[in-house]
C-alpha cells in the first residue's frame, strides 16, 4: 500500500496541486502536524483518538518518518518556488506546521519574492507571514494577522524584512 506522504509528494513533484486544493488542503497540515507531535513526544498519538483531529483516522497509521518529513516540505518548497500555481499560497502555509527552524529562511526569501510581485502574490505573501509566525518568528506588528489586510500584511513583511537586515 502507497504512503499517502508518498502520493502527496509524488503528485508535488509532478506539479500536480491536487493535495492543495481546498477540499483537501488540510490533509498536508493534519500530516505535518500529527508528524510534529509523533516526534515531541509532549502528547501520545493515541490521546487524538475520538478528537477533531482532521484526518486522524487515515492518518493515525501512517505517520511521517523524519525522511518522509524532509520529502514532503521539500516538495512543497519546490512547489511555491515555481510560484505557477493556484495553490502556493497553501503550500507555504503547510510548510509552518512543520514548526522547522530550518524553513525561516526559505519563507523569508518567499516573503520578499511575494512582496516584490505585489498584488498578485498578496495571497502567498499572507500565508508567509502566517508560516513563520507559526515557526515562532516575531513578525505579527501587533500579534494579530488577518488575511483580507493586504495593505496591513504588506507593511508587516516589510518592517519584518527590515528587522532581519
Known amino acids: 500500500m502507497t504512503k499517502l506522504v508518498d502520493k502527496i509528494t509524488a503528485a508535488l513533484e509532478e506539479g500536480d496541486d491536487r493535495y492543495l486544493q481546498q477540499d483537501i488542503s488540510d490533509l498536508p497540515r493534519a500530516m505535518a502536524r500529527l508528524y510534529v507531535i509523533s516526534r515531541s513526544g509532549e502528547q501520545k498519538i493515541s490521546d487524538l483518538e475520538g478528537s477533531n483531529f482532521p484526518y486522524f483516522d487515515e492518518l493515525r497509521d501512517q505517520i511521517m518518518s523524519d525522511e518522509e518529513a524532509t520529502r514532503l516540505k521539500s516538495a512543497l518548497m519546490v512547489y511555491a518556488e515555481k510560484n505557477n500555481g493556484d495553490y502556493v499560497p497553501t503550500a507555504l502555509w503547510t510548510l509552518g506546521y512543520f514548526f522547522d ?16 510581485l505585489g498584488q498578485p502574490s498578496v495571497e502567498s505573501l499572507g500565508q508567509c507571514i502566517i508560516a513563520l509566525s507559526t515557526i515562532g518568528e516575531a513578525i505579527l506588528l501587533d500579534g494579530s494577522f488577518a488575511a483580507h489586510e493586504h495593505s496591513r500584511n504588506i507593511e508587516m513583511a516589510r518592517a519584518y524584512l527590515d528587522s532581519k537586515t
Open 101 to 116: 527552524q530550518e524553513l525561516i529562511g526559505f519563507l523569508q526569501e518567499q516573503l520578499r519574492v511575494h512582496l516584490e
